[in-house]
């Protein structure tokens, strides 16, 4: 899992209610990205930032907000718009920016369930 | 459509045994294939990357080919042991910006 934390392993959360999920990174990478992964399915990209205070939507926005306020950190919030929100969430960070071109690395994952 | 399709979805095998896992995949513009191990519960750990011009790549008893004019992808993992038990996912890169994954390869190994 490299450099790279997400907390807490598991959450669980009312119907209706926000949550945040954290991601750190001590990489000095400049690209984070946001996952979500569902089973039988191939993960999906969420939210993506190729620098500081600046963020991109990946394929799967909606009822999701993230911020990029620091290069270590970048916290995606699950809103009480999205429709199905349980799901594994990964988190990523990359050297150079573009998501294609170089590796990137994955955080241990959080495990949300909304009930 | 981009898409990356893996076979077979599940495969079961004894301890100190070979197995081959399959990729095949309609993308375009090609720019790499990487293959990914992920235990359960756990995040992706990158196996190995290939670029159009590399045909293989090997990364301990794991050997990944891949086959630009067919569009397939292997994964050939030797003598298994019981910790090469996890999923096995294939991505392939659009151009320079995006990813597309596989659904996975869950390999059970067995004493």
């Known amino acids: 899992d490299g450099g790279i934390t997400q907390s807490p392993k598991y959450l669980f959360r009312k119907e209706g209610q926000n949550v945040t999920l954290s991601c750190e990174q001590n990489l000095n990478h400049d690209a984070m990205y946001w996952y979500r992964q569902d089973p039988g399915q191939g993960l999906r990209l969420i939210y993506y930032s190729q620098i500081v205070n600046d963020f991109q939507k990946g394929d799967i926005a909606e009822g999701y907000s993230v911020s990029r306020e620091k290069k270590e950190s970048f916290p995606l919030t699950v809103t009480s718009a999205q429709k199905n929100p349980t799901a594994f969430y990964l988190c990523?960070?990359?050297?150079?920016?573009?998501?294609?071109?170089?590796?990137?690395?994955f955080g241990p994952g959080t495990r949300l369930t909304v009930t | 459509k981009n898409q990356v399709e893996q076979s077979p979805q599940s495969l079961i095998i004894l301890e100190g045994k070979n197995c081959t896992l399959q990729c095949n995949y309609t993308v375009s513009p090609f720019s790499n294939l990487r293959w990914y191990k992920q235990d359960t519960g756990r995040g992706p750990v990158s196996l190995t990357i290939m670029t159009f011009s590399e045909n293989t790549k090997s990364n301990g008893r794991y050997t990944a080919t891949l086959d630009a004019d067919t569009k397939q992808s292997s994964l050939h993992i030797t003598a298994s042991q019981l910790s090469d038990s996890a999923s096995y996912i294939c991505v392939v890169s659009v151009n320079t910006d995006k990813l597309i994954f596989g659904t996975g390869t869950r390999l059970q190994v067995f004493p």
């Open positions: 990523a960070s990359s050297t150079v920016p573009g998501l294609a071109g170089n590796e990137q690395y």
